[in-house]
């Protein structure tokens, strides 16, 4: 049974978390969606073939973990945004973050996994990600996880 991690960290800046930009030669990814059908689909395969470019999905099970996160926040941002969305990714210091960027302020809450069928996202994203956290843009808001990418227990965890 997955436990809630209570990891959900407020966002200290809202780009990169403690670090600065992420040095040169990072892997950085950012592609914008419309809200149409197997979007889903597209964004959970970007995910994969940018891990698997940047020599990442072979490490452990993280790829498998961000795809899953990833469609699940991108599945919040089409049912709860009812807009496009923006997906982005970063690489670097042994951790991978994902963003999702989307028009609804309103900020994702985790609610119990229960046997409804609706409301676990959040659940799991707490339940396996090492960090999340959200933040408001403008008229919107971004919803990010992060994952470490180097297999190893602890790596790419943050000292506070």
């Given amino acids: 049974m997955l436990q809630l991690s ?10 990169h978390g403690p670090f600065p930009q992420p040095p040169l030669g990072a892997g950085h990814l950012s592609v914008e969606y419309a809200p149409r059908p197997f979007v ?14 940047w020599g990442i999905a072979e490490r452990g099970d993280v790829a498998d973990v961000a795809e899953l996160l990833v469609g699940e926040l991108v599945t919040n941002a089409l049912v709860h945004a009812e807009g496009g969305f923006r997906l982005t990714l970063f690489a670097a210091h042994g951790v991978l973050r994902c963003e999702v ?5 309103r900020v994702p809450r985790v609610l119990e996994a229960d046997t409804g069928e609706n409301g676990r996202g959040m659940f799991l994203v707490d339940a396996l990600a090492q960090r999340w956290g959200c933040h ?8 990010w996880f992060e994952l470490g990418t180097c297999g190893a227990d602890g790596c790419g965890r943050r000292q506070p």
């Fill in 6 to 15: 209570g990891r959900h960290l407020p966002d200290p800046d809202a780009h």
């Fill in 40 to 53: 889903v689909r597209e964004a959970r395969a970007e995910v994969r073939r940018q891990l698997d470019d």
């Fill in 101 to 105: 960027a989307d028009g609804e302020r």
């Fill in 136 to 143: 408001r843009d403008g008229s919107g808001k971004t919803v």
